[in-house]
């Protein structure tokens, strides 16, 4: 048997993976390499990704490994950013004005998509439109604490702007990427999958035999690890059911974070988490971005029309995510609200998902997904700076405590 599988690797596939795998190894270190500020890692993994790929070095190439790797990490970054919705604890009001103010940046994204596809942009108009109106929220948390704003009122505005920025993207490029069925059905089968989804997370907050339990205490620490397996087989269960359904695998990936979310939602739970972020930070989201990197369209970026996109693009982000931050204007004044408006338009995980699934369906070309990438990458680099910036010329108000009436997500 170890004959067969050896056989089936050959030397260039195993070579490309190991050094797939070191860029991965090789990023978490470049990222934090300065002393006075911290380069968020997924750049770090597309820039080597490219580096080592075949339009620069061309030490590696992506293989059929390496491309089940990707899509694993792919279905566990939506899995992170479900269970990140839950794991925030924002105030229900402010996911409220965040979903309006999502709103109004993507009918203003799908405007523009749509100008843009009319003047010969190859893409669809609604998925620019989506990628323009997220937000990346995983990237801007650990931002906000080391800055101190996340207790702040600003930071609660981050928060709801940013989950709504993760939440409502994920939920419109999966079901109207697929295009199975017409508009009605499949808003008839999104609601059936939502109850599905919620059945499942009622059944798992509620149903807690007494020895199952005890078994997911006692396996914490040893090799058995029974909750990280449970919360695996719900991944790809749910995975298996948004396909069958007819949606984008991202649902269901983002479903099930979303129920493995509320499980965890507790001080014992923080363990299981530790050990689940060790298997996707650790290994698959790394695999998938430098991945990213390895099949990325440089000579499309760097040409004219590549880089003057990228910058078409990266003032768009600010248009279309700082038109949200204008409904926070009356609570946190002028600087902190042209502060949240670069916040929030800081946006490249998502992108670069949406670019994945978008060119796979043929809804954006390859060139125009590189400039919306790069534009991605300039945005995580410079936005954040500029807002803390901009914001701490102001005095910063800490967020006063939830009220009765709103309660926490």
């Not at 698959?284 to 990325?296: A, D, E, K, R, S």
């Amino acid at each position: 048997m170890h004959t067969l599988a050896a056989a089936s690797v050959t030397s260039t596939q195993a070579r490309s993976l190991v050094l797939v795998l070191a860029c991965s190894a090789a990023a978490a270190f470049l990222s934090r390499i300065g002393r006075r500020a911290v380069v968020p890692t997924v750049v770090i993994e597309i820039i080597l990704g490219i580096a080592i790929g075949p339009e620069a070095l061309g030490w590696a190439t992506p293989n059929e490994f390496i491309r089940f790797l990707a899509n694993l990490g792919l279905a566990v970054l939506f899995f992170f950013a479900g269970l990140e919705v839950v794991e925030r604890h924002v105030p229900r009001g402010s996911i409220i004005r965040g979903t309006f103010g999502w709103a109004i940046s993507i009918a203003l994204g799908i405007a523009l998509g749509y100008t843009l596809s009319h003047f010969g942009l190859d893409s669809a108009g609604w998925l620019l439109g989506v990628a323009l109106s997220t937000t990346s929220l995983g990237t801007l948390v650990p931002i906000l604490s080391d800055s101190g704003v996340l207790p702040t009122r600003l930071g609660t505005a981050v928060l709801g702007t940013g989950v709504a920025g993760e939440f409502w993207p994920i939920v419109v490029i999966s079901v109207f990427l697929t295009g199975v069925y017409g508009a009605a059905t499949e808003v008839v089968l999104l609601l059936v999958f939502g109850g599905i989804s919620i059945g499942a997370a009622l059944v798992a907050l509620r149903a807690r035999p007494p020895r199952v339990i005890t078994i997911l205490r006692d396996t914490l620490e040893s090799t058995g690890q029974a909750a990280v397996r449970l919360s695996i087989l719900l991944l790809g269960a749910l995975v298996l059911l948004a396909i069958d359904v007819g949606f984008d695998f991202v649902l269901g990936a983002f479903a099930a974070g979303l129920i493995v979310g509320l499980v965890l939602n507790s001080p014992e739970g923080q363990l299981v988490k530790i050990r689940l972020e060790g298997v996707a930070f650790g290994f698959l989201i790394p695999v998938y971005f430098v991945t990213t990197g390895l099949q990325f369209d440089l000579d499309s970026l760097l040409s004219a029309r590549g880089l003057a996109l990228a910058a078409l693009f990266l003032g768009l982000l600010l248009v279309v995510r700082g038109a949200s931050a204008l409904l926070w204007l009356g609570d946190l004044g002028g600087r902190q609200t042209a502060g949240l408006a670069l916040y929030g338009a800081t946006a490249l995980p998502l992108i670069v998902a949406i670019v994945s699934v978008g060119t796979e369906h043929g809804a954006i070309a390859a060139n125009v997904g590189a400039s919306l990438i790069g534009a991605g990458m300039i945005s995580v680099l410079v936005y954040p700076l500029l807002a803390g910036a901009v914001s701490r010329v102001g005095a910063l108000v800490v967020a006063a405590p939830v009220a009765a009436g709103e309660s926490e997500f």
